[in-house]
DNA sequence: CATGAATGAGAGTTCATTCAT
DNA sequence: GATGAATGAACTCTCATTCAT
């Protein structure tokens, strides 16, 4: 008895297993590859089973292409609602998140990219009335709503607000990563991010400019280069 | 002589127009059924010829969406070219040509997409030394300068500027062509995107929000919906 | 002792409810949705069982199509042992047994597809020598060789004349069943096969073709039940 | 020019060549190995082409099929027209075209089976208004009227009679085709088909029976080319 | 210069079946 | 006896591209 319901329990974590590593194959050739060289057959190859055994853990391809975009915003989300404990302070939390997103599209390009920019999975997305990225927009909103009120930001439609910094920091990172920006060159690339970035923030708020949140003992789990400003 | 002359211009006027023709055609295709539909066979069935004939207008597939991207850039270039012409003053200029990228975007996005977004002309663009983006890039830059010399914004660096402003247009209509605004409802598009606009060129210009500038008899070519602020 | 006895009965009685079922189930895969829907999968999915399962009431899927074939035969074996019974007059027994006949096929054309056209159970058919078809055929020659003893049919080889009338009804329904008779509107098909079972029957006893048995009032749908005369 | 037009030609001829090829090759597959080995693969290697190559003379597998049908179709509606011409006599020309119709059932029965039994070629019978059975039918029909009219047959709808006439012959073929005689020993096959062809048409014919044209001392497999009067 | 024909590679998907547990 | 998982072998079809003519 207790046998069986072990050796189901394991079935079930072999199956979650196999289930993580396909998808950690098609990430992975997605990012070493592109989208184009991500098949059944080409995942099959590297988790070796046949390419019918896929059919049993996914629906079809795009099942897995989806599952990709869900995981990676699973890993976003996580990201934010972090920063909304470790930070109460709603500019401080404005500001951080703000470096978060953008250095979290800077590491993880691939998946920024399935999240935000890819068509393959927008109709999935569309269908299971995708909404990881609505709780992070809400998330957003509320922290410029706080800001707002307290005085940090001039008072204005939070959604539009909202919006404009994501907009903001969607487009700088995503000519990035689609390799729109020619005109300036790579080596150059995170210091005029970092510096657009300082220059819409700082002009937004330019009574705080000078606060030292600006140059925060940024939380940890972002810390990849110091910003600083002055 | 002349006549030889005369009939391989008369060549040289057929070459070319079919060439355009294909353009046309791909272009057609893309915009109402979507990459996928875009091969070789479609776009030579549609221009009646067969596809082999293609390939002494166009070395590769690739070579063909690229040229879409040229002809898209090209557009673009010229519209940005006459509000350079048209507005001599750099910040009636800034939201002018903020409105214009805009609306570009929402009225072509198929276009949008091909030179900003897609990854397919990618490769292309950069052995080719693309440099139309470049061009507009610096006139945005150059605009900025003379906003920050004049004292419309704040000094700071104009790359970081301009990328500032381009990141921030650029993000908005590829949220939205890409269809990622789940969050906010689609009939709200054109007031969040023009809210958000509004909001963040405020933002950056706090004495001069009130300046008539804003509400501009903006060049006819952009009119299409008064923004006014007032 | 007793309740070992009981319960491999029970087993026994549930086995064989399993495997109607699965019949059942396949029966009618087979009638909403064609022969290429009927897949080992589909049927499990719908008994609820895996299809692993189902290798332990059916060697393969070719016997289950066979036990179709196999419950279909004793369906039709029965109507017309019933006719045997009931009408012990040879000539108003030729009749209704040929009414009967079309009728089944008529009213169940899978059923009469799986007997007497489909290819997918004849390596099996032939393999188990099936027979119920062997005792209907004999019933009918039986039938007519009383009809020739009494002098309704002309005499003459009783195989050749049963044969000349399966065929003939057999020939009328498959096409009606497999849609072979565009030349001949759909609503007519009622009328015409009537015409045509009329005509032959009629054409072959001539002496008898006044009798009340031949025109009998038949409901214009081939009279579902009792036929009767008398 | 010449050249030109003759290498026109040639390919013309070339491909039509090739055409009939992968017919011949389905054809055979079909007869030798039946209707589940028939892939487009396998049609390939046997005309040494890729699979892809086939897709330029044929636009699916369907159509593949459906022009095997085609080719039958023609086949034996030349058949009939050749009788037609052939025999100006109905009642002669009826016995003739029955006796012609089951030899080329069972010399042919792939043929057959495309025609009149299988399903696969049904869609596109029904949508492409497939009529050379229409035609067929109705010569059968005429025959059949104008032996009325002659008094050979009884006077009654000649569609009805024409149906009985043309189930009767499909019903004998197809039966043996689909191999549900199991109540007949093969060896007797010929005969009880003859047999029964005989029984019917003496039956429906009474005062004709005695003529010699009815048993033409038909070489037992169905005479194959004249069938003699007298 | 264009055609017609064909290649070759590979796409996603589906099946009946098997077998350890 | 049934499950869950996987196999292996197909399947149809589509594509960009090449090349002799």
Same mark, same amino acid.
């Given at each position: 008895?207790?046998?069986?319901?072990?050796?189901?329990?394991?079935?079930?974590?072999?199956?979650?297993?196999?289930?993580?590593?396909?998808?950690?194959?098609?990430?992975?050739?997605?990012?070493? %590859?592109?989208y184009? +060289?991500?098949?059944?057959? @080409?995942?099959?190859? !590297?988790?070796?089973?046949?390419? #019918?055994? /896929?059919?049993s853990?996914?629906g079809?391809?795009?099942?897995i292409?989806?599952?990709?975009?869900?995981?990676?915003s699973?890993?976003?989300n996580?990201?934010?609602?972090?920063?909304?404990?470790?930070l109460?302070?709603?500019?401080?939390?404005?500001?951080?998140?703000?470096?978060?997103?953008?250095?979290?599209?800077?590491?993880?390009?691939?998946?920024?990219?399935?999240?935000?920019?890819?068509?393959?999975?927008?109709?999935?997305?569309?269908?299971?009335?995708?909404? %990881?990225?609505?709780? +992070?927009?809400?998330?957003? @909103?509320?922290?410029? !709503?706080e800001?707002?009120?307290? #005085?940090? /930001?001039?008072?204005?439609?939070?959604?539009?607000?909202?919006?404009?910094?994501?907009?903001?920091?969607?487009?700088?990172?995503?000519?990035?990563?689609?390799?729109?920006?020619?005109?300036?060159?790579?080596?150059?690339?995170?210091?005029?991010?970092?510096?657009?970035?300082?220059?819409?923030?700082?002009?937004?708020?330019?009574?705080?400019?000078?606060?030292?949140?600006?140059?925060?003992?940024?939380?940890?789990?972002?810390?990849?280069?110091?910003?600083?400003?002055?």
């Amino acid at each position: 008895m207790a046998k069986n319901l072990k050796s189901i329990q394991r079935r079930e974590r072999e199956r979650e297993e196999l289930r993580e590593q396909i998808l950690d194959v098609a990430m992975s050739i997605l990012t070493k %590859e592109g989208y184009e +060289a991500v098949t059944i057959r @080409r995942i099959a190859d !590297e988790v070796e089973y046949t390419p #019918g055994a /896929l059919y049993s853990y996914f629906g079809d391809k795009e099942e897995i292409i989806f599952a990709l975009v869900v995981r990676a915003s699973k890993k976003l989300n996580a990201l934010f609602l972090s920063l909304e404990e470790a930070l109460p302070h709603p500019l401080e939390r404005l500001w951080a998140t703000g470096r978060a997103y953008m250095r979290f599209a800077m590491e993880h390009p691939v998946e920024y990219d399935l999240m935000f920019i890819m068509s393959a999975p927008i109709q999935k997305m569309a269908e299971c009335d995708f909404n %990881e990225t609505h709780t +992070a927009f809400r998330l957003l @909103r509320k922290t410029v !709503e706080e800001c707002m009120k307290q #005085g940090f /930001l001039p008072r204005a439609d939070a959604d539009a607000a909202a919006f404009a910094m994501w907009s903001f920091v969607h487009g700088s990172v995503s000519l990035m990563i689609r390799k729109r920006l020619a005109a300036i060159p790579e080596e150059k690339y995170d210091d005029v991010l970092q510096g657009a970035f300082n220059f819409l923030m700082n002009a937004m708020m330019p009574r705080h400019q000078e606060q030292p949140i600006i140059t925060p003992s940024a939380p940890k789990v972002l810390a990849k280069k110091k910003i600083g400003k002055k």
